[in-house]
């Protein structure tokens, strides 16, 4: 289901400013039009099945 209220606000403010860090990363090493990419995934219980949300995020490098 997807993320609804102030949750997906979050994320996609914490995505935009660690995608943006990673293409001012590549842009100073010379990379000008760097594309960067992600993965998450919300989790909702914990390891003993009780009721935990939470994300599990991999961000990838930026190729160039």
Avoid: E, I
Avoid at 33 to 58: E, Q, Y
Wanted: glycine share 10%.
């Amino acid at each position: 289901a997807p993320m609804a209220g102030s949750s997906a606000y979050f994320w996609a403010v914490f995505l935009r400013v660690v995608l943006v860090w990673y293409r001012q990363q590549a842009r100073s090493q010379g990379y000008a039009d760097a594309r960067c990419g992600s993965g998450t995934f919300l989790k909702r219980f914990g390891s003993a099945l009780n009721l935990n949300p939470h994300f599990h995020f991999s961000s990838f490098g930026c190729a160039g």
